[in-house]
């Protein structure tokens, strides 16, 4: 096939959603490669950079996993000249996995289409945009759920407005002192949180995450502000402050994921409607009920992931089978054979004549799952 028939194929992929065939469904070429485009670009969201994949052809099964206390034991013995060497001993322990299928699709109906200004690719794009977005917001929201809370890693810590009065002590009881307190030490209790990992599972922890809301009221902190560890030349910016929490606990600057991410209050709902009817036309859509402004009404816009921080050890190259890691992202690959960023999500273009318009609709399936509860600590309502 020429280079211009390639080229006339995939112009008339943007517009029928297929070349040659307007009614089929289909992994879009020029879709998938704009969502891509569109993850990339979206470096707010962080939840894809955090913890690695582990793909499976089956949508729920068991995995192995190896026993952290095998790491703190010396099994290595002198060898006589001529006799065997030892043979080591490690515990391995199955867990159990399901992963979870998500689906969202947006209509472009032949209205729009012919009403536009603007080149009828770029609405294609503008409509999977708003897809990939909600995908991102979705996976956002799964990892903050499954990972950013107390009650799932071996270690819970939580803040206090008072000041710890045990002695020198900087933790007490699994209490610490909020850090939006003026007495309060935060590199002192994010040292201890770091070292009870490292004491309970062999492992430090090498990443740490946080909500905007916190890292905010971190960096103000007075202990934060005259600690004299910046790497950065501009010693006021948001990435040198980041650079001295990270130098001071041991961590490297890459692993300290802030989250920006920030989602309608939740009260939100979204609310089915009525059948359509000649003024209005719905088909069914949920829609939210919003104010003048567009936002939804009665609601304070928050961030994704809550008042805490969490520590936790992660092997990026590891898939929770063969070696020390916190947590994995499970990805089925059964359904959707391409593994990707977004837990190997696909977006497809079809036609559907009853609604004379053209679809958008993506299809992911991944849950996040705990390996090893030892290798993380969450320091809950770090700040008041």
């Given at each position: 096939m020429s280079q211009e028939q390639i080229a006339a194929n995939k112009a008339k992929a943007l517009i029928t959603g297929e070349a040659g065939a307007a009614t089929a469904s289909h992994v879009d070429k020029p879709l998938s490669d704009f969502s891509v485009?569109?993850?990339?670009?979206?470096?707010?969201?962080?939840?894809?950079?955090?913890?690695?994949?582990?793909?499976?052809?089956?949508?729920?099964?068991?995995?192995?996993?190896?026993?952290?206390?095998?790491?703190?034991?010396?099994?290595?013995?002198?060898?006589?000249?001529?006799?065997?060497?030892?043979?080591?001993?490690?515990?391995?322990?199955?867990?159990?996995?399901?992963?979870k299928v998500y689906g969202l699709k947006q209509p472009v109906t032949d209205e729009s289409v012919a009403n536009a200004d603007k080149p009828i690719d770029r609405i294609y794009e503008d409509a999977t945009k708003f897809i990939v977005r909600?995908?991102?917001?979705?996976?956002?929201?799964?990892?903050?759920?499954?990972?950013?809370?107390?009650?799932?890693?071996?270690?819970?810590?939580?803040?206090?407005?008072?000041?710890i009065t045990a002695g020198d002590k900087i933790v007490a009881a699994a209490k610490f002192q909020q850090f939006d307190q003026n007495t309060s030490k935060p590199l002192d209790v994010l040292d201890a949180a770091m070292e009870s990992v490292q004491l309970k599972s062999g492992m430090r922890p090498n990443t740490m995450v946080m909500t905007r809301k916190v890292f905010t009221r971190l960096k103000r902190n007075s202990t934060i502000?005259?600690?004299?560890?910046?790497?950065?030349?501009?010693?006021?910016?948001?990435?040198?402050?980041?650079?001295?929490?990270?130098?001071?606990?041991?961590?490297?600057?890459s692993r300290v994921f802030v989250l920006d991410v920030v989602e309608a209050g939740s009260g939100s709902t979204l609310t089915v409607e009525g059948a359509s009817t000649p003024s209005s036309v719905n088909n069914g859509v949920a829609t939210i009920t919003t104010d003048t402004e567009g936002y939804a009404t009665g609601q304070t816009p928050q961030f994704i992931g809550g008042n805490g921080i969490l520590l936790m050890h992660v092997d990026q190259s590891s898939t929770g089978m063969y070696s020390a890691t916190a947590a994995v992202c499970c990805q089925w690959t059964g359904l959707y054979p391409d593994a990707g960023e977004l837990g190997?999500?696909?977006?497809?273009?079809?036609?559907?004549?009853?609604?004379?318009?053209?679809?958008?609709?993506?299809?992911?399936?991944?849950?996040?799952?705990?390996?090893?509860?030892?290798?993380g600590i969450y320091l809950k309502d770090v700040i008041g």
């Open positions: 485009k569109v993850v990339q670009e979206d470096s707010e969201f962080k939840a894809r950079d955090i913890l690695s994949n582990f793909n499976s052809a089956a949508r729920q099964d068991m995995y192995y996993f190896y026993e952290p206390a095998y790491f703190m034991v010396n099994q290595v013995k002198e060898r006589a000249e001529g006799t065997e060497a030892a043979k080591a001993k490690y515990g391995v322990k199955r867990k159990s996995y399901t992963t909600q995908f991102l917001l979705n996976k956002e929201k799964e990892l903050a759920g499954a990972i950013l809370k107390d009650g799932v890693w071996s270690g819970d810590w939580g803040g206090q407005a008072a000041a502000k005259t600690t004299k560890l910046y790497t950065n030349a501009n010693s006021a910016s948001d990435d040198a402050i980041l650079d001295t929490i990270a130098s001071h606990i041991g961590i490297d600057p190997n999500t696909v977006f497809k273009r079809y036609r559907k004549e009853e609604y004379s318009s053209m679809f958008i609709e993506g299809r992911t399936a991944f849950a996040y799952h705990i390996v090893a509860p030892a290798l």
